[in-house]
């Protein structure tokens, strides 16, 4: 689990400088300025001076500045690189990243700027132990569009295809400490779907999930962060353990269930992220 919440991270088009525009006054813990999929080839050279004319005036408040940039095996890759290294954001997003030896790429490029990697092909997401443990790696994006394409699965009811995939992303994140963010839900209308996928998400355990549209954000932010039920049971574990401890047990009981040392880890954690939201959303 990370330290700094990143609940919702949305996807703006580094060509609309409308919407990054938007993004200074969104609730979101993270920004993906795009300069990839979501801007067409006739658009990439302009979205990337748009994008570093936008973050150069700031006022992204707390939010993570990430810039996903174009592979580097495209036309625009290097250039984009290039920008990023003027602009120093707090990470920079490679899309399709294979292996450990496109981090090397990117590292040598811009070196110092965090390196996050869209998991999103088959091999990718077979290296994932290797990409995680690469030192300049601070998170996973899930690509599930692209890996559903690859698969060759339809999206469907509770993702079960997709399921390894997601699996064996967030345990490498978790064996190497690197943050994990779901992938995109495309119905950005439905609210209900998202309000599911964001649930099963959380419950896999993502730290967050990455957004299409700004209507997304506050279900998003909801089923991320702690709930005040969360937050309640962690209280009364962390009193009752004390309790228990101090009477010389190791083991207490809360609502019909027994709370362990580890219990009580979780139970600290859930009070940290609550505080770092708290922290966050000022
Ligand atoms: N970030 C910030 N603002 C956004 C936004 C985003 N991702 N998507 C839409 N908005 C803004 C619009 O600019 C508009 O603002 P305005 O009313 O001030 O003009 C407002 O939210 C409402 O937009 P809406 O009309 O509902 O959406 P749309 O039809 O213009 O756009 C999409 C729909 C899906 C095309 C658009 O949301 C988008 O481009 N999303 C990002 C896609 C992307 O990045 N894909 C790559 C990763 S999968
Ligand atoms: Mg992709």
């Not at 990143?6 to 703006?12: D, E, H, K, N, T």
């Amino acid at each position: 689990m990370s330290e700094r919440p990143y609940r919702s991270a949305l996807y703006i088009p580094g060509s609309k400088p409308r919407a990054i525009e938007k993004a200074r006054g969104l609730p979101v813990d993270a920004i993906l300025f795009d300069l990839e999929d979501a801007v067409s080839p006739d658009e990439k050279v302009a979205a990337r001076a748009t994008l570093v004319e936008e973050m150069a005036k700031g006022g992204f408040g707390a939010r993570a500045r990430i810039v996903r940039v174009n592979g580097l095996d495209t036309e625009w890759g290097a250039g984009d690189l290039a920008a990023v290294a003027q602009m120093q954001p707090d990470g920079v997003l490679i899309p399709k990243v294979n292996g450990p030896a496109d981090i090397d790429a990117v590292v040598a490029a811009v070196p110092g700027v965090p390196v996050w990697a869209m998991m999103e092909t088959p091999v990718g997401v077979l290296n994932a132990t290797a990409i995680a443990a690469h030192a300049a790696v601070a998170g996973f994006v899930m690509g599930t569009n692209d890996l559903a394409k690859d698969i060759g699965t339809r999206a469907g009811v509770r993702r079960e295809p997709m399921l390894f995939a997601l699996g064996a992303c967030i345990m490498a994140a978790r064996a190497h400490g690197v943050v994990a963010i779901d992938g995109v839900y495309n119905a950005f209308k439905d609210d209900d779907g998202l309000a599911e996928e964001c649930a099963q998400g959380r419950d896999l355990g993502f730290d967050g999930k990455s957004l299409i549209h700004p209507a997304q954000v506050a279900i998003t932010n909801a089923a991320f962060g702690p709930s005040e039920e969360e937050v309640a049971l962690a209280e009364r574990q962390i009193a009752a353990f004390a309790a228990a401890e101090a009477a010389g047990q190791g083991v207490a009981v809360v609502d019909g269930r027994i709370v362990e040392n580890l219990h009580i880890v979780t139970a600290r954690a859930t009070l940290a992220k609550m505080a770092a939201i708290a922290a966050l959303e000022g």
